[in-house]
């Protein structure tokens, strides 16, 4: 990315003593990192609605119960990370709190369970965020999976300028969409108790999902699949407890306040959005291009400005929803990093003061999964949620685990409420596995124990390549012999400015050039005369016109002679005006390099020459100009 332009998208550097200034407050950690949470409440009664619709009106009665269900775990998953937060105040939530007091082993399962849900959450808000879109504009349905990959890079480019930038930036939709929903369920509860109910339920919708779907009994089996549909509600909610460190001080005191807040909020919108559903006799669309919330708002208001000004909100909420993984997921991989655990380009802050690397990945994770599911919301959710409660569940059993050893003030209330948290997330982890594992689950189950051998495996990589570099005790560097070679297949002012770097290192130099045209080598010959340099022309002949084959093996040829010695190859490197030229030169350069990976003493040295209309000519120190030959990059 040319300068300019990185700086026009992504702001000028930040020094790192702007560290603290970065920080937030709790108005903008709300929007930071409770977006997510918040907009399911877009999508989570639909789920619910989605999974009970198969056992046709009888079903849809009883939505109401699943939802009462996980308003309840809400309060507990909630009080559970309060406690998580005041005795964990720098962060790092599930991976942290397992690994100190579970094993390694354990935390690694956590922050990988984590890192799945937070590209799966990404995926999940974008796809959902689409649907209201196409909800209010149907024209728009076939361009989903484009709008979702443009949404995505928006929101990843905004968090590449900051976390206080970013979260700035979408504080107004958050507090639009919970305005709008806390509205919306005001409107619908005072109109249910001053006049009739409209009548929401399409019966051609339900004949619909009849003919789509083989319809089920109403088993208690079926509503814990709506249970565990819905419990999509709760990812997000432990966002608060793994970015204390992104808030001002007193930082703890202000994630307890975001996370109260948080859990508030949620539970009043879920309670709120699924009694509208139920009381108005909401069918979802079999044909999935209208959601929940879009069929509530035109009963309730008309398809007027309120409805489009609460489909917009929901929509940008649910766009922005994702800058919860987006604050999250950088600073995991930034912790497991710091342990050894994953590559350590993930634990460098960037210009911005944010891991730069973590977002660029989550975004790339993202848009794979968006494409692969063709943009569809549905499809998705049956990944979703299986690795937020194995998080929450290792996360409160650490918690139960460390009050039981260290028996602080207070210790018993504290063990009761993390290990009724304990418990009921895992009661709902197995729930997931359970009703979900068929339709897309086991993928989730099979990754996690990859992620978890792959980190190790990272682990294991880090420390041997320590007992490898380690110095046990400071000796004198031996003084090796250093022969140079300079790759020449013609004369031109790139390759006049290598010959002068050479000649001033001061070690034994040569040129080679490979010949695959006798007349051209000829030539070349002659012009090297004329130059003023004590630097040889050797000629490589080259019968089967290969250029980098017959180079490597002069280098393996000089390497044998003396394998204490290094041999360096310098080849210019052209740098165009403008840098999407770049593409058109210097692919020697990068060829060698791979092919000189394996051969430890060699060295590959590029000379920048910039082509710039006023460089001036690089002339050799005494003696006639060079002949100009064609621009060839430098290859041999």
């Not at 100190?100 to 990988?112: E, S």
């Not at 089967?544 to 084959?549: N, Q, T």
């Amino acid at each position: 990315m040319p300068h300019s332009l990185r700086r026009l998208l992504l702001g000028t550097p930040l020094a790192t003593s702007r560290m603290m200034h970065e920080r937030i407050g709790p108005a903008v950690g709300l929007s930071v990192f409770s977006a997510d949470a918040l907009s399911s409440v877009a999508y989570g009664t639909e789920e619910v609605l989605l999974a009970l619709v198969v056992a046709g009106s009888a079903g849809l009665q009883l939505s109401i119960y699943p939802a009462i269900g996980i308003a309840i775990l809400i309060t507990i998953v909630a009080f559970s990370y309060r406690q998580t937060i005041l005795h964990y105040p720098d962060g790092g939530g599930a991976y942290i709190v397992a690994k100190d007091n579970l094993g390694t082993r354990a935390g690694l399962v956590a922050g990988a369970a984590l890192l799945v849900d937070y590209v799966l959450t990404v995926a999940v808000s974008v796809t959902s965020g689409v649907a209201a879109v196409v909800s209010a504009a149907p024209g728009l349905a076939e361009h989903r999976v484009a709008i979702a990959l443009v949404m995505i890079t928006f929101v990843a480019l905004v968090n590449l300028r900051g976390t206080r930038e970013s979260g700035a930036f979408f504080a107004v939709p958050t507090y639009l969409f919970i305005l709008s929903m806390l509205g919306l369920i005001a409107a619908g509860l005072i109109r249910n108790l001053h006049g009739p109910i409209p009548e929401g339920a399409r019966s051609d919708w339900l004949m619909e999902w009849g003919q789509r779907e083989e319809l089920h009994a109403l088993t208690f089996f079926l509503i814990l699949r709506a249970f565990a549909s819905g419990c999509a509600a709760l990812t997000g909610i432990e966002a608060v407890a793994n970015g204390v460190r992104a808030f001002r001080e007193p930082a703890a005191h202000n994630a307890i306040r975001v996370m109260t807040a948080l859990a508030a909020l949620l539970f009043t919108m879920f309670i709120g959005i699924s009694w509208l559903a139920h009381a108005y006799h909401i069918v979802p669309d079999p044909t999935l291009k209208e959601t929940v919330v879009s069929q509530i708002a035109a009963l309730v208001f008309g398809r007027g400005l309120v409805y489009y000004v609460i489909q917009a909100a929901t929509a940008m909420i649910l766009f922005l929803a994702v800058n919860t993984s987006f604050a999250d997921f950088p600073r995991l991989s930034s912790l497991l990093a710091r342990d050894g655990f994953m590559p350590r380009q993930f634990a460098h802050l960037g210009d911005r003061l944010v891991f730069s690397n973590g977002i660029i990945i989550l975004a790339l994770a993202a848009s794979v999964l968006v494409l692969l599911f063709q943009g569809l919301t549905h499809y998705l959710i049956p990944l979703y949620a299986v690795g937020v409660f194995l998080a929450f569940t290792l996360s409160q059993t650490g918690m139960v685990v460390r009050w039981w050893r260290k028996r602080e003030p207070g210790w018993q209330a504290g063990m009761v409420i993390n290990g009724i948290g304990a418990v009921t997330t895992c009661v709902v982890l197995c729930v997931i596995l359970m009703v979900k594992f068929t339709h897309g689950a086991w993928m989730v189950a099979v990754l996690l124990p990859l992620l978890v051998l792959e980190f190790r495996a990272i682990k294991q990589h880090y420390a041997g390549v320590g007992r490898l570099l380690k110095l046990d005790k400071i000796e004198k560097v031996p003084v090796r012999p250093t022969t140079v070679i300079i790759p020449v297949a013609g004369l031109h002012k790139g390759v006049i400015r290598a010959l002068r770097f050479a000649a001033g290192l001061h070690t034994p130099a040569r040129a080679v050039h490979i010949a695959t045209n006798p007349e051209e080598a000829e030539k070349l010959k002659q012009q090297w005369g004329q130059l003023d340099l004590d630097i040889p022309l050797e000629i490589v002949d080259s019968p089967y016109r290969s250029l980098s084959g017959p180079l490597l093996d002069y280098v393996d040829a000089l390497l044998a002679a003396d394998p204490q010695s290094f041999v360096a190859v310098i080849i210019p490197e052209f740098v165009p005006q403008h840098w999407r030229h770049a593409f058109l030169h210097n692919q020697s350069a990068i060829l060698l390099s791979f092919a000189l990976r394996s051969r430890p003493n060699a060295v590959l040295i590029t000379v920048r020459h910039a082509l710039a209309e006023d460089t001036p000519p690089a002339a050799p120190s005494a003696g006639p100009a060079p002949a100009e030959g064609e621009p060839n990059d430098g290859r041999p």
